[in-house]
């Protein structure tokens, strides 16, 4: 009852903002004109100006959980409109920070020394403010320029109760609803609560930048900033200072000289290797996340959402993406009944047919040209008609392929960024899934077994050691069972369990 109350409550809190900042008659319906004037008991709205500013307003003042989802919408003009996405945009970077004697407390409480001996210096204005932290340039004691990352002050408890109200949401939908259960709302909600809460540790952060430093080593065209692991911990995060303009300011990189189709291009390939060739990648790639530097090629920040996609998955999804490119939707169809994504009753053939009413009207066109707001309204349908179910393992990838593509938009929108990466699609399914990839499987098979065989022939030797020293010892009650307990015929019931038995053994040793 308690958790009711309080739910409806924050419900009714999230209302009264988006009616107070005019943002509830961004949906353009006569009920969304009236519930935003009842809620504001009649009185003007408290922001002016565009919608994307009053929605901007509304996100920021509700806190982090609708901040990021502002910034996800930022990156998808196509879904939003040019100036939403532009409006939206302030969102990344550019929130109202908090006191500078409240960060470098924070820096001291968690470092546990003075900020003089971890700094040399340590700039008190902010270079960003995003929904979680805020960032301050600072120089080590060693001379080295850096970025410190610091928390957000009640940061955890803002996203603790809007976690709780998804979660609550989720289980009164899939209650009353049934037919939401294959959307495993509940599951979805867990899986974005387990990635929050290792957001919420910077160390985590530090740890996942380093992986994926290691993962693109020797790689110039797209840079991980090095982790200073000595000024690091739970609340703060010091890493190597970027120098950049941030990927989405197509203008200043052109006047800066910049190809940006070149920079779409390592773009789509950093991405395809994050995903496929490590199975690790970033999942929080908005704009403020990902700068250029001097020489063109891509520095990422913010490694507090990174998800993780093991190798049975990545082939699904290989063969998904290049099964859509190459037109074979035959394919596509078989692709996801074997990864077990459409029930097994549905029909192969009819799936076929909905891949394609999906995938002809955008094949080989610009994403300027495609209007991903009624593809995925027409994706919903399909999935509804066929009975998929969500996976939540693949909520991540999914966010972080709708924020890549809206980064390709932004950069250059006659250019679809899927088919710069279908070369190295390609190449990886001939390595994983053609006949060298099933060389290697038939070796690695045959190692593990000669791995296995000195286990049974050791096996072997000792039974055959106790046959010959007088056979095997069972226990009285054991013989009169083995002896005892027979079938219909006469036979021992353990007969067939013992050839079983000795055929696997006789397969394992050949």
Not at 134 to 147: L, M, S
Not at 193 to 222: H, I, K, P
Not at 322 to 328: A, R
């Amino acid at each position: 009852m308690i958790r009711a109350s309080r739910n409806l409550h924050r419900l009714f809190t999230i209302g009264r903002v988006l009616a107070r900042h005019d943002a509830l008659s961004i949906a353009d319906l006569a009920i969304a004109d009236f519930a935003s004037s009842a809620l504001r008991l009649g009185r003007p709205p408290k922001t002016s100006g565009r919608p994307g500013q009053r929605l901007a307003a509304a996100l920021t003042e509700l806190g982090p959980t609708f901040i990021k989802l502002g910034q996800a919408l930022s990156t998808r003009s196509d879904l939003v409109g040019e100036q939403m996405a532009a409006d939206l945009s302030h969102l990344q970077d550019r929130l109202a920070p908090f006191p500078a004697i409240e960060a470098r407390r924070i820096v001291v409480e968690q470092l546990g020394k003075p900020i003089d001996e971890i700094y040399s210096s340590f700039d008190d204005e902010p270079v960003a403010a995003a929904s979680i932290a805020q960032v301050h340039f600072a120089v080590t004691a060693e001379g080295r320029e850096v970025a410190v990352k610091i928390l957000r002050p009640g940061v955890e408890e803002a996203f603790r109760r809007d976690i709780d109200l998804l979660a609550w949401l989720a289980e009164w939908g899939e209650l009353t609803q049934p037919q939401w259960r294959r959307l495993k709302l509940i599951e979805c909600v867990t899986t974005v609560a387990e990635s929050v809460a290792l957001e919420m540790d910077l160390r985590f952060e530090a740890a996942a930048a380093a992986e994926m430093g290691d993962n693109f080593a020797g790689d110039e065209t797209f840079r991980i900033p090095k982790v200073d692991w000595l000024r690091t911990a739970k609340r703060v995060l010091t890493l190597e200072r970027v120098f950049g303009v941030p990927v989405d300011e197509r203008d200043t990189l052109i006047a800066a000289g910049q190809d940006v189709d070149a920079v779409l291009q390592k773009a789509a390939e950093a991405f395809f290797n994050m995903v496929f060739r490590d199975g690790f990648f970033h999942a929080d790639l908005h704009p403020g996340n990902l700068f250029v530097d001097s020489d063109g090629n891509l520095v990422a920040v913010d490694f507090g959402i990174v998800g993780r996609v093991d190798l049975r998955t990545r082939k699904f999804l290989g063969e998904m993406l290049l099964g859509f490119l190459n037109g074979d939707f035959r394919r596509v169809a078989e692709v996801h009944f074997e990864a077990g994504f459409v029930p097994a009753h549905k029909s192969v053939d009819a799936f076929t047919q909905a891949a394609r009413s999906i995938a002809e009207p955008i094949l080989g066109r610009p994403l300027h040209e495609i209007s991903v707001g009624r593809l995925l309204g027409q994706m919903f349908e399909v999935t509804e008609t066929f009975a998929m179910e969500t996976q939540p393992q693949l909520l991540l990838l999914q966010k972080s392929m709708v924020m890549a593509e809206g980064v390709g938009r932004r950069l250059d929108p006659s250019v679809n960024m899927w088919q710069l990466a279908r070369p190295l699609i390609e190449n990886w399914m001939r390595r994983n899934l053609g006949p060298e990839a099933r060389v290697r499987e038939t070796v690695s098979s045959a190692v593990a077994t000669l791995e296995r065989l000195p286990r049974v022939l050791a096996g072997l030797e000792h039974s055959t050691t106790m046959l010959i020293e007088g056979g095997f010892k069972l226990h009285p009650d054991s013989v009169r069972a083995l002896t005892g307990n027979r079938d219909k015929r006469g036979l021992p019931r353990w007969l067939p369990w013992t050839i079983v038995l000795i055929l696997a053994v006789l397969l394992v040793v050949k």
